[in-house]
């Protein structure tokens, strides 16, 4: 069952007011073929998806924005909801439907369909049953959509992205999850509550996985340009290190606490996503910490592995990874926190 947007025509073959309502000038050209026409798929009407979706929509980020899920009565509803605020939104075409096809063309798909977690369910079956929705999933995605990037949302996101890219048959660099993109935005906020500043000013990383092993990257965090620790080394201001870890323990944490308060997080992750679209689709070549292929980097081996990196994304997916200088207490966690993303992702037999 396929559900599209409006139609110019009224009644059951009636008057097409497309062709009515409009005269065209004369000695005119057809529209160019040449101009460019965004498309936006997303997988996953729930709270994240819509979230996302909405967040597309008010940011002007497509053309046309596809909309997937295997609930059609749901699907449907949220779809009208949208299309009936088309009057206070850039002009977007938007249709859904339970069948893939209806996202064919896509430059951008966005996956957030995920299984949620069972009382008393392991991590490592709940990772299995995830694996299986996308197995049903990423394939359609890649045939209708050969030319596209995959943006990955669903948790665990490092160990998905991986399953994702090896499903989809992508080239590395089309595969991307949104990683601690999230992440290194609370990390950001909370250094500048901290320093009564705005948190556009402040430049800050969590790498690594998405997750408990994550990696705050102290050593390059700056304030308006002005290097953090080294400024207080300089201006010989005593800090505690602990004063650090607590910040960043408060970042792995402040997920679980939206959780536990409202049930679920949406509209930090709708931005989060939103900002990585805008990113990528319109060739805006800014760094973010997002999960990639990462084999190879700060001597990460041991087996192809997707964990975040800050990544210069464009319109051709991850066009590279910065090279920033991390110390060596930074690699080596960076590394643990890949061991800790393989030894599950062995476990899997993927």
């Known amino acids: 069952m396929q559900m599209n947007g409006s ?38 009407v729930g709270n994240v998806g819509m979230a996302i979706a909405q967040t597309i929509l008010t940011q002007n980020l497509a053309d046309e924005l596809a909309l997937v899920d295997a609930k059609p009565d749901m699907l449907r509803g949220e779809m009208l909801d949208l299309q009936h605020a088309a009057a206070f939104l850039p002009r977007t075409k938007i249709s859904a439907s339970a069948d ?28 299995q049953r995830n694996v ?3 197995s049903d999933i990423i394939p359609p995605l890649a045939k209708h959509s050969p030319d ?27 595969v ?3 990683g601690t993109n999230l992440d290194s935005s609370r990390f950001r906020f909370l250094i500048a509550d901290h320093l009564n500043v705005n948190a556009q000013d402040v430049q800050a990383y969590i790498v690594g996985e998405h997750g408990d092993t994550s ?11 002005v290097p953090v620790l080294s400024f207080l080394e300089k201006q010989q201001i005593a800090y505690e290190k602990q004063t650090l870890e607590n910040i960043h323990k408060e970042v792995i944490d402040s997920a679980y606490e939206v959780i536990n ?7 930090a992750i709708g931005y989060s996503v939103a900002n990585l679209a805008r990113s990528l689709l319109r060739d805006q070549r800014k760094i973010h910490p997002v999960s ?23 319109r051709g997916g991850v066009l590279g990874v910065t090279n920033i200088h991390l110390t060596d207490e930074e690699v080596e966690k960076l590394r643990k926190s890949a061991e800790t993303i393989l030894e599950v992702q062995n476990q899997l037999g993927f």
């Open 7 to 44: 139609s110019s025509s009224f009644g059951p073959g009636g008057l097409d007011l497309a062709q009515s309502f409009f005269k065209p000038i004369q000695n005119g050209a057809p529209p160019s073929t040449t101009k460019r026409h965004t498309k936006i798929s997303v997988v996953g």
């Open 100 to 127: 893939y096809s209806v996202t064919v063309g896509s430059d951008l798909c966005i996956v957030t369909a995920g299984a949620r977690q069972k009382p008393g369910e392991s991590r490592l079956n709940l990772l």
């Open 132 to 134: 299986a929705l996308l």
């Open 148 to 174: 596209s990037i995959l943006l990955i949302v669903s948790n665990p996101v490092d160990l998905l992205t991986y399953v994702s890219w090896k499903l989809s048959g992508f080239p590395s660099n089309r």
């Open 176 to 178: 991307i999850g949104s």
């Open 215 to 225: 990696v705050a990257l102290w050593s390059t965090i700056s304030i308006g340009g």
């Open 261 to 267: 308060l409202k049930g679920y997080t949406s509209w």
């Open 292 to 314: 990639v292929f990462a084999k190879g980097f700060y001597g990460i081996e041991g087996g192809d592995v997707f964990l975040s990196l800050p990544a210069h994304l464009g």
